[in-house]
């Protein structure tokens, strides 16, 4: 069937849509589900929607799904190693089923979703200048549900979708490497006021630790902000 696509001012409506979820919206798992609601509204007849990335083990994942079936789906596809959205992925290229029961593609997966209400569809890669950072996919419950025009309108919501991901991916990176560095800091000057007491109390490492560890919960006050404050000065113990 050919899915009717939303009016121009509709269209329109989308695309503020996504360039304000390219300003507003800073982790990346609260873009995935913003970006997969604008999916499910933008394709009509849809049975689902969701976005594979590379979770931070380094596996394929399904970071957000507007229904179960999505997920279950999706994870077959994972643990097969095979199927539409992965090709999608590797290959940076659309992938469209029209009939599952006749695709010939992917047969492990095809046998494996036998038994789900999917019979169609469509997986777009994240495009980013420097490669494909997941895929999104959209299922319809009937044969031939994504048309050419479909086909396109999902293209033109995946370019900037992965444009957002990407910009969300690099700030929740940014996030953790600055967390990861005051947390290395927070050891460090843990290690050097603990070297200051043995110094001054003439007591083993055990000693000055479990020393920290008392003050600290006498004063309600987190360990490595006294630590700091003994290296700079601030406490004298």
Request: hydrophobic share 45%; charged share 20%; glycine share 8%.
């Amino acid at each position: 069937m050919d899915a009717k696509l939303p009016p121009v001012d509709e269209l329109a409506s989308f695309a503020a849509r996504m360039s304000d979820l390219l300003l507003t919206h800073d982790d990346v798992g609260e873009a995935v589900r913003a970006l997969t609601q604008v999916l499910i509204e933008a394709i009509p007849g849809s049975a689902g929607a969701g976005v594979s990335l590379m979770d931070a083990r380094g596996q394929r994942t399904s970071t957000s799904a507007t229904d179960p079936v999505v997920l279950e789906a999706d994870q077959l596809q994972y643990d097969l190693r095979q199927g539409p959205c992965l090709t999608a992925w590797a290959q940076q290229t659309t992938i469209l089923i029209d009939d599952t029961q006749s695709e010939k593609r992917w047969p492990a997966w095809i046998r494996g979703i036998a038994h789900l209400p999917l019979r169609s569809a469509l997986s777009c890669p994240l495009s980013t200048p420097h490669g494909a950072i997941g895929a999104l996919k959209i299922y319809s419950r009937n044969p031939g549900g994504f048309d050419s025009r479909t086909l396109r309108l999902a293209g033109l919501l995946a370019r900037p979708g992965a444009l957002m991901l990407a910009n969300a991916q690099a700030r929740d990176a940014a996030q953790h490497f600055r967390t990861g560095l005051v947390a290395l800091k927070g050891h460090d000057a843990l290690g050097t006021a603990m070297g200051i007491l043995m110094v001054r109390r003439r007591c083993s490492r055990e000693q000055a630790f479990a020393m920290l560890i008392t003050i600290s919960r006498e004063r309600n006050q987190p360990l490595h902000q006294l630590a700091q404050e003994i290296v700079s000065g601030e406490t004298t113990l």
